[in-house]
């Protein structure tokens, strides 16, 4: 449970990226930040934090979320250009967060 708890945080923190580089750091950017932060990220983060084992399989997790969701949303969302380094470490964060859950 508390790696699903991870992974959407993740989400929710790549969900507001999405929002700052489609319509700029302005006031909306800042209120779906300031919203979406309080209500979705926080609680999941900590929440993922008090059910691990210990403090480091989440942060790994999440680590390994965020460079996951943060190119496939590149790619999709902005037609990012992604080189064989970072095709190379989505590998490894797969296979590292694929063992740590296990």
Request: proline residues 2%; aromatic residues 16%; charged residues 5%.
């Amino acid at each position: 449970m508390w790696w699903v708890l991870q992974i959407v945080g993740c989400l929710g923190v790549c969900g507001f990226q999405v929002v700052n580089r489609t319509f700029g750091v302005g006031f909306n950017s800042w209120v779906v930040y300031a919203l979406g932060s309080a209500s979705i990220t926080y609680f999941a983060f900590c929440k993922s934090y008090a059910l691990a084992p210990n403090f480091v399989l989440p942060w790994v997790v999440g680590q390994a979320a965020l460079n996951i969701l943060g190119v496939v949303i590149g790619l999709a969302w902005f037609k990012d250009v992604v080189t064989t380094t970072q095709w190379v470490g989505i590998a490894l964060s797969v296979i590292g967060g694929y063992l740590i859950i296990k």
